[in-house]
């Protein structure tokens, strides 16, 4: 497995997340539950890729990568945790 193929793998993981975040923003629930399962499966097809160390430029794409996944994830999470808390008050009645 080359670093193109790992970096092409952490792009789409980026946009599928920024896509993510932008269907949460706009409540758009099932666009987001699509895109959420697509993620999975391309977080489940890098866990089968073979690891190859990357250095340089590769090395750092992936970390800028990595770093725009997770600032997307919070965003995520800033959007949809405060409805998942009120969740148990709202199936309680």
């Not at 977080?43 to 970390?63: A, D, F």
Request: charged share 30%.
């Amino acid at each position: 497995m080359g670093s193109l193929e790992i970096i092409n793998v952490y792009e789409r993981l980026a946009g599928l997340t920024a896509q993510m975040a932008e269907a949460a923003l706009a409540r758009n629930w099932g666009d987001f539950e699509t895109l959420e399962n697509q993620c999975a499966k391309q977080v489940e097809y890098v866990k089968t890729l073979k690891k190859t160390p990357l250095t340089g430029e590769p090395l750092r794409r992936k970390i800028r990568l990595l770093k725009e996944i997770m600032a997307h994830d919070r965003n995520i999470r800033e959007m949809t945790e405060p409805w998942q808390q009120q969740l148990p008050s709202v199936m309680r009645h």
